[in-house]
């Protein structure tokens, strides 16, 4: 199994940070993107800063960027840094794509689909002729040419953040990696088993995948600490459920609309609970929605607790296929590296 890190590159001491985790081992650094800065610019600062640790975006949202302006970007990095690039991509939601980005959030599984064609074809260094509904290149009834990409050939790792069942499929069939928000490995199936019919369905199998499940860290003083830290997190995701998808802006008491986070959750067994959280959030009670949101999913879906309680959830993600624990950190600097040292080491435990 490996360990891989987030890390903010505009966050105080983050140069410091990429270097310690490169020291310790750690497989891969992770930037994120939302609706602030982006990933790409980034991992171009990291790169220029470590030696050999993997570099990758968590994640680029689809429809922010032509398929084309994607590949040449992903190619850029994965020569500039001598090969440690991996392109992590998601459809992200309506919210936030017509919102933000002003393109409509239209059929997203085929998005995901053309685009990771289009970026293997211009990555193979072929002229780019693309017969999509969603991406017709050249544009039809245009004045537009089939040019030759005027790079370097090369591979660039693609990783889906996936979590419908449509998605998982995809994912399975094409992709080089999966990124598991919302995985818990007691309920693993709900994402593996989309994921397995997807890999046999392109001759492939799971064990092709690097399944990678995001997950907060924090190393606790006592079982007390840990089920109070747990609480937190299940506090934070009343945001995550309730204003995350079309519905952010519903009006209250209407349907919440679209969110794939709640629905994921609702697909681990929390249907009821989730609702209710929606319904509170919606009528802008957030304290409650909070509070509603069940422990287990604090607990669940991170690894929170002592170092044993810490072995005891790495075994169990081990168990359940998991390749990667990709770790979401907290604190100075100083204290990240402490609580990345500790998971590398529980990690390496668990190997022997």
């Not at 001491?13 to 610019?41: N, S």
């Not at 067994?269 to 604090?298: I, M, N, Y």
């Amino acid at each position: 199994m490996h360990v891989d890190a987030m890390v903010d590159p505009h966050a105080p001491g983050a140069v410091a940070f990429a270097q310690g985790a490169e020291a310790l081992g750690v497989r891969a650094l992770w930037v994120p993107e939302v609706w602030g800065y982006d990933a790409l610019t980034g991992l171009g600062f990291l790169a220029a800063q470590t030696g050999r640790i993997g570099l990758g975006t968590f994640v680029v949202q689809l429809g922010s960027r032509t398929p084309a302006l994607l590949a040449t970007s992903a190619l850029s990095l994965q020569h500039l840094s001598g090969g440690r690039f991996r392109l992590g991509i998601g459809v992200s939601g309506p919210a936030v794509m017509e919102g933000w980005h002003g393109v409509r959030f239209h059929r997203p599984v085929q998005t995901t689909r053309e685009t990771i064609e289009i970026l293997r074809t211009v990555s193979s260094g072929e002229r780019l002729v693309h017969e999509g509904s969603i991406y017709p290149l050249p544009l039809p009834e245009s004045r537009g040419r089939a040019l030759r990409p005027a790079l370097q050939p090369d591979h660039v790792p693609v990783y889906v953040a996936a979590m419908g069942p449509a998605n998982l499929r995809l994912t399975g069939e094409v992709a080089d990696g999966w990124l598991g928000n919302a995985f818990v490995p007691e309920t693993a199936e709900v994402f593996f088993g989309p994921l397995r019919e997807g890999a046999e369905s392109g001759g492939r199998t799971l064990a092709d995948l690097d399944l990678v499940a995001p997950v907060a860290v924090e190393v606790a003083a006592d079982e007390d600490d840990a089920a109070l830290r747990g609480r937190r997190h299940a506090d934070g995701y009343a945001f995550t459920i309730g204003a995350m998808g079309a519905g952010a802006t519903a009006a209250p008491g209407t349907n919440p609309g679209t969110n794939f986070y709640r629905d994921a959750f609702a697909r681990l067994s929390f249907a009821d609970e989730l609702a209710h959280v929606a319904r509170l959030w919606q009528s802008g009670d957030r304290e409650s929605a909070a509070r509603a949101v069940p422990l287990e999913l604090g607990t669940r879906t991170n690894l929170i607790g002592t170092p044993d309680q810490l072995a005891t959830r790495v075994e169990a993600y081990r168990a359940a296929g998991i390749t990667t624990l990709l770790a979401k950190l907290e604190g100075s600097v100083d204290e990240q590296l402490a609580i990345l040292r500790t998971l590398v080491a529980v990690v390496a435990e668990g190997e022997h």
